[in-house]
Nanobody, 119 residues
Framework: QVQVVESGGGLVQPGGSLTLSCAASGSGDSLDYMAWYRQILGSQRELVAGVTPDGRPNYADSVKGRFTVSRDNTKNTMYLQMNHLRPEDTAIYYC?????????????WGQGTQVTVSS
């Protein structure tokens, strides 16, 4: 059974840093595109950052220059280094992963990890 599990959330002061991890397991299929999304209660889930299998990142404008997404394909793990955090970054952060088997692709979501930025 495919699992996508986030870790690393917590409470941090404004201006602080936090690193999230997302580990994918339980599949012998190839791990394709991975991304971080976030959702504030009452709002739609939004893309924060994503990374292709060869390491090419993409970012939401709101986090460019502050967040860095990366992945370790040997560990099937993606990371999100978050610096200069702001109160508006407070949200549940979800990991999104696309798997592929020959020409068939499917996706999976993690359960989410809470990030709270507050003094």
């Amino acid at each position: 059974q495919v699992q996508v599990v986030e870790s690393g959330g917590g409470l941090v002061q404004p201006g602080g840093s936090l690193t999230l991890s997302c580990a994918a397991s339980g599949s012998g299929d190839s791990l394709d595109y991975m991304a971080w999304y976030r959702q504030i209660l009452g709002s739609q889930r939004e893309l924060v950052a994503g990374v292709t299998p060869d390491g090419r990142p993409n970012y939401a404008d709101s986090v460019k220059g502050r967040f860095t997404v990366s992945r370790d394909n040997t560990k099937n793990t993606m990371y999100l280094q978050m610096n200069h955090l702001r109160p508006e970054d407070t949200a549940i952060y979800y990991c999104y992963a696309v798997f592929s088997r020959l020409t068939y692709k499917y996706q999976n979501w993690g359960q989410g990890t809470q990030v709270t930025v507050s003094s």
